[in-house]
């Protein structure tokens, strides 16, 4: 959601903040800003994108800084909404990520003892609350009490970072159920909301826990409980180089994405399947657990959602046993059945959702074990699941998901053989014989990037098209709800993915001359029925005048005659053809949103990267 960097050392702590709000823009991006604490406190801070504040930023000397970068929950996205937030003495400043849910009152308390206070947001009143516990009272003077004690009022998910002029050597931060990373370097330190803030200066971080708050000073870093009694980190090495977070030579980070999907399908790939078996990163899920298993639910989030379509699919056709998938949000609201043999399949990108993790913690609360698909180390959906299945996708900073999606997929299909072994419903010969269909993809995948051009091409002869709609069947479907996705989030235009054969019952009062719709066409070499059945929904919706965008098999003549625009896509097993099918559409969603105007594809309106409120 929002981004936060801090920063104690002898570098410029202005410029150092802006570098790494500038590498965390993705996760929020309605407006930014920067405290330097020089012994007193100087804020800019401004409404829009970074470049905004970029372009009234002066002369902060300091050597420690907070910064933000914002994704509005409470309080539209104004410059005065903007964090830091500083407090009535202008002594002590603040960023926040999170919401705290028992503002409303303690507003109302500042209120009271005639404090004014300069936003509509949630996070201001942590500022208020800090000079207030600094300047009386029994923690007055104490900088380290006084955020203790704040921080014991608080209640909601929050990272915070205070900064207080009497104390310019300090940074205090605290984290519940939103991220929070610390840097370690020499004679500097950092925190950020992920190790994307600090990743050019130091590769040695520490994870911190929920509910742990951390003093970083030049020299080191000091980690406590809410309570103030001395608590522990872990320290990591990061693995991801500052060139993963750039570009490299593309003209956006999507783009830069979809052509890192045979890396990350085959990264996430590797290292599961030796000696004729399938493994599981390590897990608290025994092999006898996994054989208990007799139900599956799926949750997970956009993308994320539509990848866990694909894991019902395969573990339906391989375990044979029931799988059932939820949007996260809706989950534990509808008092799922659940219970010690049941495994919940938790797919996010970021691990930071708050709706997946939501889901997660109700799952467990109900006995299931919890599995993680995840692609941040450290984050907090695998840290409360009972296993974890890393995809090796890379930071993906483009808001839009494309190598995380392809990634999830293939990580949920590793997955699906793993129960598939450990139940018995397929022969090791049967799993190797997906496994190296399965290893295949990435090179398939590779092959497909040409298509890029041709994609440009019918976005430049579809033009600044109202709506679309994409059809699929059997796995083809989840593909047509995430072209659709795609092409919403990048193009903002009206876009509806359906199963095809739902099309007689409704959607085909939309077709109308001249719509361009998509059409995912399952292999001829896969169940016949299926291939027959949506070359006669083509047909269908042409004869009504439609403009047909053709997904096929290569070799797929069945098609062709159909087809306004034929993709061909390489030829593989069913099950696998998602992995495919979806990179053309993923061309597309990014073609067609030039076309309508969206030059920052990275960026698209209103979303952020990691939804961390509900
Ligand atoms: C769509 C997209 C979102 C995410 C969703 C879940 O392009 O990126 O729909 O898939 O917000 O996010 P994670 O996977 O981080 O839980």
Redesign the pocket.
Known sequence: MCGIVGYVGERQGLSLALEALRRMEYRGYDSSGIAVNNGGISVVKKAGKLANLEAVLGDMPGTTAIGHTRWATHGRPTDENAHPHVSFDGRAAIVHNGIIENFAPLRQELVDAGITLNSDTDSEVAAHLLARAYNEGETAGDFRASALAVLGRLEGAFTLLFTHADHPDQIIAARRSTPLIVGVGEGEMFLGSDVAAFIEYTKNAVELDQDNVVVITRDGYEVLNFDGTAAEGRPFTIDWDLAAAEKGGFDSFMMKEIHEQPAAVRDTLGGHFHDGRVFLDESDISETDLKSINQVFVV??????HSGLLAKYAIEHWVRIPVQIEVASEFRYRDPVLDERTLVLA???????AD?LEAVRHAKTQGAKVLAVCNTNGSQIPRESDAVLYTHAGPEIG???TK??LAQVAANYIVGLALAQAKGTKYPDEIAEIWASLEEIPAKIEELLDVREQMAGIADELGAVQTMLFLGRGVGFPVALEGA??LK?LAYIHAEGFPAGELKHGPIALIEDDLPVVVVVPSPRGVKLLHSKIVSNIQEIRARGAQTIVIAEEGDEAVREFANYLIEIPATSSIMQPLLATVPLQFLAADIARECGNEDIDKPRNLA???TVE
């Open positions: 997970a989030c956009g993308s994320a959602y797919i996010s990108q970021s691990g930071e959702t997946t808001v839009a998901s995380a999606f996705l795609k989030e990267k990691s939804v």
